[in-house]
């Protein structure tokens, strides 16, 4: 089964978070694109005829069992409640919204390779020049939205550590998205740090280390490769150590606020809890395809006494 944007989006479109909303005018060019990049192909029935189909033809069918249900649902043109349509009205008045993005994600699917960019292409400019805030990569369509793009990555931050078996880590993360969904910027920014330290422990096969110490053997480690000169060094210290500097550094987090109370910007929880995710992402995805080598001290330990300083 294809993970549809319905699918895939579920929590998101329930909650109202997200919501699919295409006018007429665009939805009729969406048709005619549609029309346009039809291609037909040849099959054999069951009765061992050699038919001629079409990816649109074959479109309702492949839309009702990917979804599960009976027929496309339109709304009528003259009115009233909706009702079984063929394809051509549930494109132009669909009952949900959402299964139109469905639909053009399966015919996207079924097209062949020499022309599947060229619509991805078209309906990238329908969208564009319609003011719609969609677009459509590698056959996905997705919201331009900073929510959505949140909720994609620290979801597949939670499945990632969850494939490599990183309990510890998860935990970490999971109080980290806790902490930031419940007001608790200190909470969230040193739990977030935490998990990050703990995907690399896992990543390494090391139970111990301070942070310097730690840094240091995951680029050792080779799992960073030299995308560019200059890349690893850039890498080590503007981004592996940004999140664990922003725990020392900002009063409360870590280390004792003095005198007067800090009180640290959701926005700066936000971007730490973010930026742990999308790292966690990259050095997990590292790991499972076998980059680099683990780096373990005596009794599969590494540690160092003196702490890194920033």
Same mark, same amino acid.
């Given at each position: ?214 840094? /240091?053997? @995951?680029?050792?480690? $080779?799992?960073?490769? %030299?995308?560019? +000169? *200059? ?5 080590? !210290?503007? =981004? ?45 995805? /590292?790991? @499972?395809?076998?980059? $680099?080598?683990?780096? %373990?001290?005596? +009794? *599969? ?5 003196? !702490?890194? =300083?920033?």
């Amino acid at each position: 089964m294809t993970r549809l944007f319905s699918k895939r989006c579920t929590r998101l479109l329930a909650a109202g978070k997200l919501r699919v909303s295409v006018k007429k005018p665009a939805r009729i060019r969406v048709w005619k694109a549609l029309c346009e990049f039809d291609e037909p192909y040849a099959i054999t029935s069951r009765t061992g005829w050699n038919e001629t189909t079409s990816v649109l033809g074959e479109l309702p069918d492949r839309l009702a069992n990917e979804l599960g249900i009976e027929n496309l649902m339109a709304w009528p043109e003259e009115g009233g409640p909706a009702r079984p349509a063929d394809l051509e009205a549930f494109v132009l008045r669909t009952y949900i919204p959402a299964q139109l993005f469905d639909a053009l994600e399966l015919f996207y699917s079924d097209l062949p390779e020499s022309i599947d960019q060229a619509f991805q292409h078209r309906l990238n400019d329908i969208f564009d020049e319609s003011d719609l805030a969609w677009r459509m990569a590698n056959g996905k369509i997705f919201p331009i939205d900073s929510e959505y793009a949140e909720e994609e990555i620290n979801k597949r931050a939670f499945q990632l550590i969850r494939e490599v078996g990183f309990e510890g880590a998860l935990h970490e993360f999971e109080k980290a998205r806790t902490d930031l969904v419940n007001g608790n910027a200190e909470g969230a920014i040193n739990n977030a740090n935490l998990s990050v330290e703990s995907v690399i422990k896992g990543i390494l096969g090391i139970k111990r280390a301070k942070p310097g110490s730690l840094f /240091r053997e @995951l680029i050792d480690s $080779g799992i960073i490769p %030299e995308y560019f +000169d *200059g890349f690893i060094s850039g890498f080590e !210290e503007n =981004i592996v150590r940004c999140i664990n500097i922003a725990r020392n550094e900002e009063l409360g987090a870590a280390h004792g606020q003095g005198i007067e109370r800090n009180i640290i910007p959701d926005s700066l929880a936000e971007f730490v809890v973010h930026m742990a995710a999308v790292l966690n992402i990259f050095l997990i995805k /590292r790991h @499972l395809e076998g980059a $680099g080598s683990q780096v %373990e001290g005596e +009794d *599969g330990e590494c540690v160092e006494d003196d !702490e890194i =300083i920033f």
